[in-house]
């Protein structure tokens, strides 16, 4: 599967953004997706992750209450809605695939940057 990111910008803390994450290719509805970051200087973690099925959630404590991840399947695209943002929020920001049996996240978008002024 092929992934492209988008909606990445420039917004104050305590704003809102909305993440996409468009999917080409073989049978998207049967990838587990994720939203990942990275800070300058620090590794890439992940955000959140959402089942083939569109449940099967995980947030990353750091974004839960603030951060909802979505999909929708019959658009292959995977959304990540965010909320009352934090200038620790700024970071580049990648989707992410896991085909079914795979025991990682094998197939990636380029990033999106998201910056948060304070």
């Known amino acids: 599967v092929q992934l492209q990111a988008s909606g990445g910008g420039l917004v104050q803390a305590g704003g809102s953004l909305r993440l996409s994450c468009r999917g080409s290719g073989r049978a998207f509805s049967s990838y587990t997706m994720g939203w990942f970051r990275q800070a300058p200087g620090e590794e890439r973690v992940l955000v959140a992750r959402?089942?083939?099925?569109?449940?099967?959630?995980l947030y990353a404590d750091s974004v839960k209450g603030r951060f909802t991840i979505s999909r929708d399947n019959a658009k292959n695209t995977v959304y990540l809605q965010m909320n009352s943002l934090k200038p620790e929020d700024t970071a580049v920001y990648y989707c992410a695939g896991q085909w079914a049996g795979q025991s990682t996240f094998g197939y990636w978008g380029q990033g999106t940057l998201v910056t948060v002024s304070s």
């Open positions: 959402i089942g083939s099925n569109g449940g099967n959630f």
